[in-house]
């Protein structure tokens, strides 16, 4: 499993591919911000208009990508900003 950030002057996601051979079951995935663990994608401070999927309790096929958050538009510099605070675990 790979996690990985992608950025743009109007874009911004965090993708999760599992580079496997077969699939791959997420049982659990943590997500802290500034090293306090976070329920929800919008405990973050000023992250707003986005898309999220779940990665937890599921499924990856092998050489898929499931996208936790995507931003498109405005903004994008802010979901940088506050990355320097995020940790995903798997």
Same mark, same amino acid.
């Given at each position: 499993m790979e996690i990985f950030r992608s950025?743009?002057?109007n874009k911004f996601e965090y993708g999760v591919t599992n580079?496997?051979?077969?699939? *791959?079951? @997420? %049982?659990? *995935?943590? @997500? %802290?911000?500034?090293?306090?663990a976070i329920q929800y994608w919008h405990d973050i401070p000023n992250l707003e208009n986005f898309t999220q999927s779940y990665i937890s309790n599921r499924t990856i096929s092998s050489q898929?990508?499931?996208?936790?958050?995507l931003h498109r538009g405005d903004n994008a510099d802010t979901y940088l900003a506050a990355d320097q605070l995020v940790s995903i675990e798997l």
């Open positions: 950025h743009s002057a580079s496997g051979n077969g699939p *791959a079951l @997420v %049982k659990f *995935a943590v @997500v %802290k911000n500034n090293e306090k898929r990508t499931v996208t936790p958050i």
